[in-house]
C-alpha cells in the first residue's frame, strides 16, 4: 500500500495538499513545549562518587551562605532537608542526658526531646507562618530553619571545649557568651532568609515565633552541662 | 504506515470551540448576587484556608488585646461581644501559653540554680513537660467549663432584640479559650520575676497577676454570667482556679522551702525505682 492510496482510503474527499499545510503548524508547538523542562546534564552515566560530591558540594554551599548570609536564593530556590538532619542529629547526641547512672543523671533532654523539639518546633513555626498567610512554601520554611541551626551548633561544640577546660564561673560566663552569639547570628540569619514572606502588618506575628523556637534551643545549649 | 498518515489522525486544537464553551460557563450571572451577601466560603477542615481564618489578625490587634488583658476596666463591658467575639485569634493563645511554658521551665531552673549556688548543677529539662501539662489543660478546661456552665444555665428565650449591645448573649467556646489564652500574657514577665528569691515580693507577684488579669476575665464575662443563676459560683471559681495556677507554680519552682523538698523527694523516688529495678532484673 503506497502513502497515496492510505490518504485516500481514509478521507475519500479531502484535498491532500490543504492537509500538509495545517499538520505542520499543529505538531511544532508540542515539540517545542518538551525543551524547557528538560537538564541539560545527565546523572544516569556518572559515577557514584561524583553523585555524592555534587550534593554534599550543594549542602557545603548552604552552610556557607547560612553563616554570611548576604545573599537569599540559594537557600529558598533548592531546599534539602540533608543539612537540618545533620545538625538536628548532631545536637541531639551531644544534648541527651546520661540516662545510665541516675546519681550523674544531669536532667538533660533525651535524644528524642531534642529531635522533636527541633522537628516539631520547625513545623509549627512554618504552619505559623502558613497560617498568618506568609508567601512560602512548607519545605522551604523547614529548610531554613534547620540550615539557621548552624550558628547554635558551632555555639554548642564551643560549649563542649569550654566545658571540658572547667566549671566554673567564668567558663559559665564564656558559654553563655558563646551562645548568644549564636542566638543573635540565627535569628538575623532566618530574618535574612524569610523577612519578606509576610506583609509589613504581620511581620512581627511571624518573626516573634522564630525568635522563641532560637531562644528554646539556645537555652538548651547554655545548659548543656555533661560532658 | 507513513509519516503523512500519523500527521493525519494527530489531534488537533479547536480553538474556536475552546473559547465558546468559555463563554457559556461565565454567561450566567451569578457576581452580583455573590457580592450582595458576605458570607465567608466553605473550606473544609482539612484546608489550610480553614484555619487561616483563626489567624486572621495584625501585630497592633495583638498588642491592644494584651494590654487589654491585663489593665482592669480599660475593655469595655461588651468587649467580648464586640471584639473576641467577632474575630476570636487562636495566635494569641497559643504563643501566649507556649512563651509561658518555657519562662517558667527556664526560670524555673534559673531559680533552682540560684537556690544552690553551684557549679556542680544541673538543668532539669523536663519542667517543661510538667509545665505544658498544666497550662494546656488551665487553657482548655476553664473555657469549656465556663462555657458549658453558661449554656446549661442561661435561658436566652426572652424576645429581646439581639441586635443591642446590651442583649443577652453567649460567648462561643473559642471566644473564651481567646480571652483565657490572653490572660496568661501577665504571667510571662511574673514568672521571669519568681526568680528573685525574696519570699515577700513572690507572694506580691502572684497576688498582683491574679488580681490584674483575673478582675479583667470576670470584668469581660460579667455581662453573660449575670444571666446564670449559678453567677456567684462562677465567679469564685474563675478567680480562685486563676490564682491557684500563679500559686501552685510559685510555691512549686520558685520558692525556697517548697523547691529543696521537692528535689529530697524526687531523688529518693529515683533511689526506690533503682532498688525495685535491681530486685525484679
Same mark, same amino acid.
Given at each position: 500500500?503506497?502513502?497515496?492510496? %492510505?490518504?485516500?482510503?481514509?478521507?475519500?474527499?479531502?484535498?491532500?495538499?490543504?492537509?500538509?499545510?495545517?499538520?505542520?503548524?499543529?505538531?511544532?508547538?508540542?515539540?517545542?513545549?518538551?525543551?524547557?523542562?528538560?537538564?541539560?546534564?545527565?546523572?544516569?552515566?556518572?559515577?557514584?562518587?561524583? %553523585?555524592?560530591? #555534587?550534593?554534599?558540594?550543594?549542602?557545603?554551599?548552604?552552610?556557607?551562605?547560612?553563616?554570611?548570609?548576604?545573599?537569599?536564593?540559594?537557600?529558598?530556590?533548592?531546599?534539602?532537608?540533608?543539612?537540618?538532619?545533620?545538625?538536628? %542529629?548532631?545536637?541531639?547526641?551531644?544534648?541527651?542526658?546520661?540516662?545510665?547512672?541516675?546519681?550523674?543523671?544531669?536532667?538533660?533532654?533525651?535524644?528524642?526531646?531534642?529531635?522533636?523539639?527541633?522537628?516539631?518546633?520547625?513545623?509549627?513555626? %512554618?504552619?505559623?507562618?502558613?497560617? @498568618?498567610?506568609?508567601?512560602?512554601?512548607?519545605?522551604?520554611?523547614?529548610?531554613?530553619?534547620?540550615?539557621?541551626?548552624?550558628?547554635?551548633? @558551632?555555639?554548642?561544640?564551643?560549649?563542649?571545649?569550654?566545658? #571540658? @577546660?572547667?566549671?566554673?564561673?567564668?567558663?559559665?560566663?564564656? #558559654?553563655?557568651?558563646?551562645?548568644?552569639?549564636?542566638?543573635?547570628?540565627?535569628?538575623?540569619?532566618?530574618?535574612?532568609?524569610?523577612?519578606?514572606?509576610?506583609?509589613?502588618? #504581620?511581620?512581627?506575628?511571624?518573626?516573634?515565633?522564630?525568635?522563641?523556637?532560637?531562644?528554646?534551643?539556645?537555652?538548651?545549649?547554655?545548659?548543656?552541662?555533661?560532658? | 504506515?507513513?509519516?503523512? =498518515?500519523?500527521?493525519?489522525?494527530?489531534?488537533?486544537?479547536?480553538?474556536?470551540?475552546?473559547?465558546?464553551?468559555?463563554?457559556?460557563?461565565?454567561?450566567?450571572?451569578?457576581?452580583?448576587?455573590?457580592?450582595?451577601?458576605?458570607?465567608?466560603?466553605?473550606?473544609?477542615?482539612?484546608?489550610?484556608?480553614?484555619?487561616?481564618?483563626?489567624?486572621?489578625?495584625?501585630?497592633?490587634?495583638?498588642?491592644?488585646?494584651?494590654?487589654?488583658?491585663?489593665?482592669?476596666?480599660?475593655?469595655?463591658?461588651?468587649?467580648?461581644?464586640?471584639?473576641?467575639?467577632?474575630?476570636?485569634?487562636?495566635?494569641?493563645?497559643?504563643?501566649?501559653?507556649?512563651?509561658?511554658?518555657? =519562662?517558667?521551665?527556664?526560670?524555673?531552673?534559673?531559680?533552682?540554680?540560684?537556690?544552690?549556688?553551684?557549679?556542680?548543677?544541673?538543668?532539669?529539662?523536663?519542667?517543661?513537660?510538667?509545665?505544658?501539662?498544666?497550662?494546656?489543660?488551665?487553657?482548655?478546661?476553664?473555657?469549656?467549663?465556663?462555657?458549658?456552665?453558661?449554656?446549661?444555665?442561661?435561658?436566652?428565650?426572652?424576645?429581646?432584640?439581639?441586635?443591642?449591645?446590651?442583649?443577652?448573649?453567649?460567648?462561643?467556646?473559642?471566644?473564651?479559650?481567646?480571652?483565657?489564652?490572653?490572660?496568661?500574657?501577665?504571667?510571662?514577665?511574673?514568672?521571669?520575676?519568681? =526568680?528573685?528569691?525574696?519570699?515577700?515580693?513572690?507572694?506580691?507577684?502572684?497576688?498582683?497577676?491574679?488580681?490584674?488579669?483575673?478582675?479583667?476575665?470576670?470584668?469581660?464575662?460579667?455581662?453573660?454570667?449575670?444571666?446564670?443563676?449559678?453567677?456567684?459560683?462562677?465567679?469564685?471559681?474563675?478567680?480562685?482556679?486563676?490564682?491557684?495556677?500563679?500559686?501552685?507554680?510559685?510555691?512549686?519552682?520558685?520558692?525556697?522551702?517548697?523547691?529543696?523538698?521537692?528535689?529530697?523527694?524526687?531523688?529518693? =523516688?529515683?533511689?526506690?525505682?533503682?532498688?525495685?529495678?535491681?530486685?525484679?532484673?
Amino acid at each position: 500500500m503506497t502513502d497515496e492510496q %492510505t490518504k485516500l482510503d481514509i478521507f475519500e474527499d479531502v484535498d491532500s495538499s490543504a492537509l500538509a499545510g495545517s499538520m505542520t503548524v499543529s505538531s511544532k508547538p508540542s515539540s517545542t513545549k518538551a525543551q524547557p523542562g528538560a537538564s541539560d546534564f545527565n546523572s544516569l552515566d556518572e559515577p557514584i562518587k561524583e %553523585t555524592f560530591l #555534587r550534593d554534599v558540594r550543594a549542602v557545603g554551599s548552604k552552610f556557607k551562605h547560612v553563616l554570611y548570609p548576604k545573599e537569599k536564593n540559594t537557600l529558598l530556590k533548592s531546599w534539602d532537608l540533608w543539612g537540618p538532619l545533620v545538625l538536628c %542529629t548532631f545536637m541531639a547526641t551531644i544534648l541527651q542526658g546520661n540516662t545510665e547512672n541516675s546519681r550523674n543523671n544531669d536532667g538533660g533532654p533525651e535524644f528524642a526531646e531534642v529531635f522533636v523539639i527541633v522537628w516539631i518546633g520547625a513545623m509549627i513555626v %512554618t504552619l505559623n507562618t502558613k497560617l @498568618l498567610g506568609g508567601q512560602i512554601s512548607f519545605f522551604q520554611s523547614v529548610c531554613v530553619l534547620g540550615y539557621c541551626l548552624m550558628p547554635l551548633v @558551632l555555639a554548642l561544640i564551643a560549649c563542649t571545649v569550654i566545658l #571540658r @577546660l572547667g566549671n566554673s564561673y567564668v567558663f559559665f560566663i564564656m #558559654r553563655l557568651a558563646a551562645t548568644t552569639i549564636g542566638f543573635i547570628w540565627a535569628t538575623y540569619a532566618t530574618m535574612n532568609f524569610m523577612g519578606d514572606s509576610q506583609p509589613k502588618n #504581620r511581620k512581627a506575628l511571624a518573626v516573634y515565633p522564630m525568635f522563641l523556637f532560637y531562644f528554646i534551643i539556645s537555652w538548651l545549649v547554655v545548659s548543656h552541662s555533661n560532658v | 504506515m507513513s509519516s503523512a =498518515t500519523g500527521d493525519l489522525l494527530a489531534f488537533k486544537d479547536y480553538d474556536d470551540f475552546a473559547d465558546s464553551a468559555q463563554i457559556s460557563v461565565n454567561s450566567p450571572k451569578k457576581v452580583p448576587q455573590n457580592e450582595s451577601e458576605p458570607s465567608t466560603p466553605k473550606v473544609s477542615m482539612f484546608q489550610i484556608e480553614f484555619y487561616q481564618q483563626f489567624f486572621n489578625i495584625d501585630t497592633a490587634e495583638v498588642v491592644e488585646r494584651i494590654v487589654n488583658s491585663m489593665y482592669p476596666k480599660r475593655a469595655t463591658a461588651s468587649y467580648l461581644k464586640t471584639n473576641l467575639g467577632v474575630n476570636p485569634d487562636l495566635y494569641g493563645p497559643f504563643w501566649i501559653a507556649t512563651t509561658l511554658i518555657f =519562662t517558667i521551665a527556664i526560670s524555673g531552673n534559673l531559680a533552682d540554680f540560684l537556690q544552690k549556688d553551684d557549679f556542680k548543677w544541673h538543668y532539669n529539662f523536663h519542667l517543661v513537660s510538667y509545665a505544658s501539662t498544666c497550662i494546656i489543660l488551665y487553657v482548655c478546661l476553664m473555657p469549656f467549663v465556663i462555657w458549658s456552665v453558661l449554656k446549661y444555665s442561661v435561658d436566652l428565650s426572652d424576645d429581646s432584640n439581639p441586635d443591642l449591645e446590651s442583649a443577652p448573649y453567649i460567648p462561643s467556646l473559642l471566644s473564651i479559650v481567646c480571652l483565657y489564652g490572653y490572660s496568661l500574657a501577665v504571667y510571662i514577665p511574673v514568672s521571669v520575676l519568681w =526568680t528573685i528569691q525574696i519570699s515577700f515580693l513572690q507572694w506580691v507577684l502572684v497576688l498582683g497577676g491574679a488580681f490584674l488579669s483575673g478582675s479583667v476575665l470576670i470584668n469581660v464575662l460579667m455581662p453573660s454570667i449575670k444571666l446564670s443563676k449559678y453567677s456567684l459560683f462562677l465567679i469564685i471559681g474563675i478567680a480562685s482556679a486563676h490564682f491557684i495556677l500563679a500559686a501552685g507554680f510559685m510555691l512549686w519552682l520558685f520558692h525556697v522551702p517548697s523547691s529543696s523538698s521537692h528535689h529530697i523527694d524526687s531523688v529518693v =523516688t529515683h533511689e526506690i525505682i533503682i532498688s525495685a529495678q535491681n530486685q525484679t532484673g
